[in-house]
């Protein structure tokens, strides 16, 4: 963190890889083509691989590199996103860490904490995912936690910090379109069309439609891979 913890005095966390080390690496990938995906969860560790990306992406024109949890950035520092990096979160840290995370943060941080709308409107794209084991691996209950920023017994009430939840469609685009094109693989998948591969669920109701809060209780009814069904419920 940029300032102590608010509930550890002197406590600012810890880099595991040296600053120093993630600028060299960016350098000599930027200078080889090779995508750099990097874990950032505190406001001075994402400004630190946001600046040292900034600094190395000088030659490849669609880098699509992308920063994983994107948690804590303070806005000032936002506006380092861009169509070369790409927000890569799991909605469900927001809803775990909810509970707790102002005490260690304080007020004027969690303004920059969990900001998805903030860093979609930044960025363009965000990629949406589970961060399975640490969260529950269910699509569903990453979907509900980027739209309605709750738990399922809804709580808080009226969501949490709301401001910068996603729509439905942001969402699905987060989780399915963006998340493949952050994998240059949008020509192939995230999207149901002719020569792109047949992964997909079957839900049996609509997500997009449904009241928010029942979303994470639909039932799915088939699970396609590459065309194979793989999964077919009983009933």
């Known amino acids: 963190m940029k300032k102590e913890y608010s509930d550890a005095p002197g406590n600012h966390g810890s880099f595991v890889t040296p600053v120093d080390q993630i600028e060299a690496l960016a350098d000599v990938l930027a200078k080889k083509g090779f995508q750099m995906n990097t874990h950032a969860i505190g406001d001075a560790a994402n400004y630190e691989v946001l600046s040292a990306y900034k600094k190395a992406l000088t030659i490849d024109a669609d880098p699509r590199w992308r920063i994983e949890h994107a948690q804590i950035v303070s806005p000032e520092d936002r506006e380092f996103f861009g169509s070369k990096i790409i927000p890569s979160i799991q909605p469900t840290h927001a809803t775990s860490d909810m509970f707790w995370a102002d005490e260690r943060l304080g007020e004027e941080r969690m303004q920059g904490a969990y900001a998805y709308k903030s860093l979609l409107d930044w960025s363009g794209k965000v990629a949406l995912g ?5 969260e529950h691996v269910s699509p569903l209950k990453t979907f509900y936690a ?10 808080p009430e009226g969501g949490f910090q709301m401001g910068d939840a996603l729509s439905r469609m942001e969402a699905l685009k987060g989780m399915t379109l963006w998340a493949a094109y952050a994998n240059f693989e949008e020509e192939i998948k995230g999207s149901i069309e002719v020569g792109k591969y047949a992964d997909m669920v079957i839900l049996k109701q609509d997500i997009m439609n449904l009241d928010i809060h029942k979303v994470p ?11 194979d069904m793989v999964y077919r419920a009983s009933n």
Do not use: H, M, S, Y
Request: glycine share 4%; proline share 4%.
């Open 217 to 227: 209780q639909v039932e799915v009814i088939a699970t396609i891979v590459n065309g």
């Open 130 to 134: 589970t961060d399975f084991p640490v």
């Open 146 to 155: 980027a739209v309605a920023r709750t738990t399922k017994e809804q709580l």
